[in-house]
């Protein structure tokens, strides 16, 4: 486990607090909770505040969490520094996290690496432009789209050395960018469109209910059968007592 530490003094801001909507936001979260156990709400709570600082935790939203909660500034401090999904440094408008494990590795994300390195640098170094930083982690269970990278909260998937080129161009331009795979596959379909459940009519809503309607057709049968043998049971149970009387 590596020690993850806050940015340097220099890149600190002075003070730190939620806008408006995010401390109304943060209200409701945290009125979720019965009383003294406000502290509960810690990670949503510094989550939305990476969001609103330009993606990264500075140490004045740390304690100003920690004053809103209740808590130990410490204890607010362990839970920063504990989950990595907490940057704690400057990551650039567009932080990119590749996935580097076997499935990603072995479909080339090798390459997608040398993209990052080549065009922005080091790791967690934020490029010249202030656009990018990126980071190497560990699977991002996108596997059937490998090689992939998770920008901000986006997956962007099926990447290829070209494709993650221009993505960084667009991102850089301010232009729109499709989100998820990067060439013409759908979802986590195969690659030439899905292979199996294609019947249309499994989602025109025909066959919606029609397992409950051959349920209760087998149902009111057995009720019949059973109904018409009881009846025949009591009419040879009269026809014996009849005889009975007879003799």
């Known amino acids: 486990m590596s020690v993850r530490r806050l940015a340097p003094d220099a890149l600190q801001p002075a003070s730190f607090a939620f806008t ?29 505040a990476q ?5 990264w935790v500075p140490r004045a939203a740390i304690e100003y969490i920690a004053e809103m909660l209740g808590m130990a ?3 607010v401090m362990e839970i920063a520094t504990f989950y990595s ?7 650039g408008k567009h932080f990119i996290q590749v996935c580097g494990t076997t499935p990603c590795r072995l479909n080339g994300a090798e390459k997608i690496i040398k993209v990052c390195e080549e ?3 080091e790791q967690r170094h934020v490029s010249a432009d202030g656009n990018f930083a990126w980071l190497e982690v560990e699977c991002l269970g996108s596997c059937c789209n490998a090689p992939m990278a998770q920008i901000n909260n986006d997956y962007y998937e099926d990447l290829t050395p070209e494709n993650f080129g221009n993505l960084l161009d667009d991102l850089a331009a301010g232009r729109p960018v499709k989100v998820g795979p990067q060439n013409s596959r ?5 690659l030439g ?3 199996t ?16 309607a051959r349920f209760e057709a087998d149902e009111t049968k057995k009720a019949i059968a059973a109904a018409e043998a009881a009846k025949a049971a009591e009419a040879a149970k009269a026809a014996a007592a009849a005889e009975a009387a007879k003799g």
Do not use: C, F
């Open 20 to 48: 408006p909507e995010n401390l109304a936001w943060a209200q409701t979260i945290i009125a979720k909770y019965p009383a003294g156990r406000q502290a509960s709400a810690v990670i949503p709570l510094l989550w939305r």
């Open 51 to 55: 969001e609103q600082h330009q993606y």
């Open 73 to 75: 500034k410490i204890r």
């Open 85 to 91: 999904m907490y940057n704690l440094e400057p990551v």
């Open 119 to 121: 065009r922005i640098g």
């Open 186 to 190: 759908k979802g986590s379909e195969p």
């Open 193 to 195: 469109g899905a292979k």
């Open 197 to 212: 459940l294609t019947d249309e009519a499994l989602y025109d809503g025909s066959v919606v209910g029609s397992w409950k």
